[in-house]
């Protein structure tokens, strides 16, 4: 069969993921954010809401949640207290392997099992 060593029958798994994250995986990226890039703004968009108007740093992370300061708004804080209420998200700044101003979905961890 020449001509079709490259092809596959089934997608690459990356290719069809490539938008989307884990609440895990988000989690790591607001602790990577507090800890390497403070300054980098973040913005959700939770689930049953429309998408916050301004850009947020995040300050503290926990097991469940997250801390940040609005940006617009000096020394105000707000929390997001269960990050599987988070349905996307956008960075202001490109960091690390994400995008700026590029909508990431977030999936629940037991959901992208399914995938697999």
Known sequence: MTGFS????????EEETKGFVTTSELRNLLRELCQKSPGTGIRFRLLGKMWN?????????????VVFEISSVQNQLASISDL???????????FEH??????????????IGSFL
Do not use: C
């Open 6 to 13: 490259n092809y596959s029958v089934y997608p690459r798994l």
């Open 53 to 65: 108007e301004s850009f947020a740093h995040v300050r503290i992370v926990t097991d469940h949640g």
């Open 84 to 94: 599987t209420n988070v349905i996307q998200f956008e960075l202001e700044n490109s």
């Open 98 to 111: 994400y995008k700026p101003h590029f909508h990431y979905s977030v999936l629940p961890n037991d959901l």
